[in-house]
């Protein structure tokens, strides 16, 4: 097993190409050697099998999707009110829009998790983790709202992502940001952005 770190690295950028663009079925090891312009055979060289790139996937979907570190001092700036948790809900949108075949990629091996039990455990330890790390970084941040503010936030935003990304046309993109911002507001209601 090849342990090159920016090769495999490139590997799984390119697993997250094809699988955002051609689904589960398209992820062949053959397919990923195309996407990252790597002589036939290399993805076999670095993944033990298919369910092993799968899983090596969903690691680096999370490792791309982390927030700048100055983005997250930003948050201990200024008033934490419900103006700051808005501006941190559009960055979180925007930030997982912009990687669109990542979050495909994401829904991609969520489908595949049903089938998939070694999957589905990674999934659900990582988007456990994830969640509960965002609710104890709100909560300990003195941000308005509680655990369950979070989760909410969580669960529409994701859908509102989701829409954005595979049906575009229902949500066109100029109501985007005032539906993130709507919905913070109805999330953790208050005058004028205090709570």
């Given at each position: 097993?090849?342990?090159?770190p920016?090769?495999?690295?490139?590997?799984?950028?390119?697993?997250i190409?094809?699988?955002?663009?051609?689904?589960?079925?398209?992820?062949?090891?053959?397919a990923?050697?195309?996407?990252?312009?790597?002589?036939?055979?290399?993805?076999?060289?670095y993944?033990?099998?298919?369910?092993?790139?799968?899983?090596?996937?969903?690691?680096?979907?999370?490792?791309?999707?982390?927030?700048?570190?100055?983005m997250?001092?930003?948050?201990?700036?200024?008033?934490?009110?419900?103006?700051k948790?808005?501006?941190?809900?559009?960055?979180?949108?925007?930030?997982?829009?912009?990687?669109?075949?990542?979050?495909?990629?994401?829904?991609?091996?969520?489908?595949?998790?049903?089938?998939?039990?070694?999957?589905?455990?990674?999934?659900?330890?990582?988007?456990?983790?994830?969640?509960?790390?965002?609710?104890?970084?709100?909560?300990?941040?003195?941000?308005?709202g509680?655990?369950?503010?979070?989760v909410?936030?969580?669960?529409?935003?994701?859908?509102?992502?989701?829409?954005?990304?595979?049906?575009?046309?229902?949500?066109?993109?100029?109501?985007?940001?005032?539906?993130?911002?709507?919905?913070?507001?109805?999330?953790?209601?208050?005058?004028?952005?205090?709570?």
């Amino acid at each position: 097993m090849r342990q090159n770190p920016a090769r495999r690295a490139a590997l799984l950028d390119a697993a997250i190409e094809v699988l955002a663009r051609e689904g589960a079925r398209g992820l062949t090891f053959r397919a990923v050697d195309v996407e990252a312009q790597v002589p036939n055979g290399t993805a076999s060289n670095y993944f033990d099998n298919r369910d092993d790139l799968l899983i090596q996937v969903g690691h680096r979907f999370y490792e791309r999707l982390e927030p700048d570190p100055g983005m997250m001092a930003a948050v201990l700036e200024g008033p934490r009110d419900r103006d700051k948790v808005t501006e941190l809900m559009h960055e979180l949108v925007d930030r997982v829009s912009d990687f669109r075949s990542g979050y495909l990629a994401l829904l991609e091996l969520r489908l595949e998790a049903t089938r998939r039990p070694e999957l589905r455990d990674l999934l659900t330890e990582r988007i456990r983790a994830d969640l509960d790390a965002n609710i104890d970084h709100h909560t300990r941040s003195g941000l308005p709202g509680d655990a369950t503010t979070v989760v909410l936030l969580y669960l529409a935003l994701n859908w509102l992502i989701m829409e954005r990304l595979t049906l575009p046309d229902i949500f066109p993109e100029s109501r985007i940001h005032p539906l993130v911002t709507d919905l913070v507001e109805r999330v953790l209601p208050g005058p004028g952005g205090a709570t």
